[in-house]
């Protein structure tokens, strides 16, 4: 996924001078942003940034909120939410196909478990399940309605980091064979690399950069242009890496999992001696982290 | 800190005592610290209850029980025996089950609809749950003289009564159980586009069915203490009745059957709801069972 593959692709998310209000604070302030068909987007940002906002205006569950602004999103949306948010009541193949009205619904529904890996577990309940194992169920739910957009809101958070590389990788595969626009809300740096085409930095409710990802697959953390583009988000997301130390401080937005590889990986400015031997040598942890199955 | 310096003082003399002395010493104080209340005993629920029929048992038995205030085991078994052999026990028994499941019938009918009117509605809460509540306040039985001059002494007041003092408990648990859907399963609904009624069915319902549940158990109990009590206000049949016309002649021994029979009805009706429970709630077992 080197190329944007959605450069020429009709919009399906557009965005013109976007305003949410909460208590007379802007949270979004005057937003502007394209995200065209199959265009797997990753919005990064600070906690209060307003990601989950912008996010939550799109998926239409902004009800009493202030606002203005332009907002064109198609009707076909599905969420995918940080707690994978399975209805306890009922049996797995019971909740993918939950809402979906069609006459193959529950054939589509099998389909769904199956392509994440869940096949023959149609009628588990909820409880039995792991967390990784319910959030799978959860992109079940939300790919087997088609979708144009798929919004995710930190879908990985609340997983522990081999759970979440196993899901990256799902993601990626899904994404790739469905072809929804996607946009991914996440604070994890290495995420939004590893997964997207476009990268958006959300500060004060605005964006602060957008920056393609020209990286070629699979996208390992020593890769040529990796550490480059690394350094720029931080540095948009307000990451002083001229002094040590300063990036754990300020990258770390909650995040379990986040500091190893802030550690481990090459920094441009190159502060610390001990440091200086991770440069175009990184650690095995991490690159079985970067990596994406092409 | 001052704490801290005795106990290094202490430790090489503890050292010097022998290191395996310390080693085994120290799994000792960890079980000790433990606060949680162990491991259950074996058939722990009937160790209580054997050990109170055994008292009875040898107290009666070395007649240290004086028998008109409390008669043998033996004694009750044989008029219970006594009283089904001669058909009385299972007629009282039949009158009183009928207005138990009527009343609870009735009750369970209107707390579940008032609950359903309120917990979906918020204009349905404004009309509903100040009554309710008010109701809620007032003990059921307080009602029994204005039910007997409205229905007179007979089954409909009886019924009336249990239904009342049913309903509360059905109303107040299923009513909590709607308005605690969580606000999350909400937001899922409107992103998958469930329509409302879809919502109310998939969602709304399922997820207020423990409290529902809940409240079934808080009112079985709740419509045999009705029964119990309008059974001894004019009634002429049914277990209450029975003791009651036994305590007249002195007959203790009738009166503990009676006991023993609204105990085993109680126990039965509650293990009824909970394996109810079990089955519509089976989604709640985890691995473990």
């Known amino acids: ?294 | 800190m001052s704490v801290d310096a005795p106990t290094r003082r202490a430790v090489p003399s503890a050292a010097a005592a022998g290191a395996g002395n310390a080693t085994k010493a120290r799994p000792r104080r960890a079980a000790g610290r433990r606060l949680g209340p162990g491991r259950p005993v074996p058939y722990g629920w009937a160790v209580g209850p054997t050990l109170l029929f055994a008292l009875w048992v040898a107290g009666a038995a070395a007649g240290l029980i004086d028998p008109r205030a409390l008669p043998a085991p033996w004694t009750v078994a044989a008029t219970a025996s006594d009283l089904i052999a001669e058909g009385r026990l299972q007629e009282h028994l039949f009158t009183s089950a009928q207005r138990a499941v009527l009343g609870l019938l009735f009750g369970v009918a209107a707390g579940l609809l008032l609950a359903l009117v309120s917990g979906l509605s918020r204009g349905g809460e404004a009309v509903v749950d100040g009554p309710v509540q008010i109701k809620r306040a007032i003990p059921s039985l307080a009602l029994i003289p204005l039910l007997i001059l409205w229905f007179g002494i007979g089954e409909t007041m009886k019924v009336v009564t249990i239904a009342l003092g049913v309903f509360v408990p059905v109303y107040i648990h299923t009513h909590n159980g709607l308005r605690a859907i969580d606000n999350r399963y909400a937001e899922l609904a409107e992103t998958v586009r469930l329509t409302r009624a879809a919502f109310i069915r998939q969602v709304v319902l399922p997820g207020a069915l423990p409290g529902f549940l809940l409240g079934m158990r808080f009112a079985v109990t709740a419509a045999w203490l009705a029964l119990a009590v309008v059974e001894q206000v004019n009634a002429t049949s049914g277990i209450g009745y029975m003791m009651e016309l036994a305590r007249t002649y002195g007959q203790t021994d009738v009166i503990l059957v009676g006991l023993v029979v609204y105990g085993l009805l109680g126990l039965v009706s509650d293990g009824l709801v909970r394996l109810v429970e079990r089955r519509a709630l089976s989604w709640r077992r985890t691995l473990a069972g």
């Open chain 1, 1 to 294: 996924m080197a190329s944007h593959p959605g450069r020429l692709n009709p919009a399906a998310v557009q965005i013109d001078g976007l305003v949410r209000s909460f208590a007379g604070r802007r949270v979004l302030d005057g937003l502007e942003l394209t995200v065209r068909d199959g265009e797997f987007v990753a919005l990064l940002g600070r906690s209060g940034s307003g990601k989950s906002t912008l996010l939550r205006a799109l998926a239409r569950l902004d009800h009493d909120v202030d606002g203005e602004g332009g907002l064109t999103a198609p009707e076909d949306v599905s969420v995918v939410f940080q707690d994978a948010r399975l209805l306890p009541w009922k049996r797995l193949l019971d909740n993918v196909v939950l809402g979906l009205r069609a006459p193959d619904a529950e054939e589509r529904g099998r389909a769904a478990l199956a392509e994440v890996g869940l096949a023959g577990r149609e009628r588990a309940w909820p409880v039995e399940l792991s967390g990784g194992e319910q959030q799978r169920v959860s992109l079940a739910r939300s790919l087997v309605r088609e979708p144009r957009l798929l919004l995710a809101d930190e879908p990985f958070g609340a997983l522990d980091a081999l759970t979440r590389i196993r899901m990256h990788a799902l993601l990626r595969t899904l994404c790739a064979r469905h072809r929804p626009a996607v946009l991914l809300v996440t604070h994890d740096v290495d995420e939004a690399i590893a997964l997207a085409d476009r990268v958006v930095v959300l500060d004060r409710g605005r964006i602060a950069a957008d920056l393609p990802v020209d990286l070629p697959a699979p996208r390992r953390a020593g890769a040529p242009g990796h550490a480059e583009l690394r350094d720029r988000l931080l540095g948009h997301l307000g990451v002083d890496l001229t002094e040590p130390g300063a990036e754990t401080d300020g990258g770390a937005d909650g995040g379990p999992g986040h500091g190893p590889n802030h550690e481990a990986a090459p920094t441009a400015s190159g502060d610390g001696p001990g440091r200086r031997s991770g440069t175009g040598d990184t650690p095995a942890h991490d690159r079985s982290a970067e990596e994406i199955p092409a």
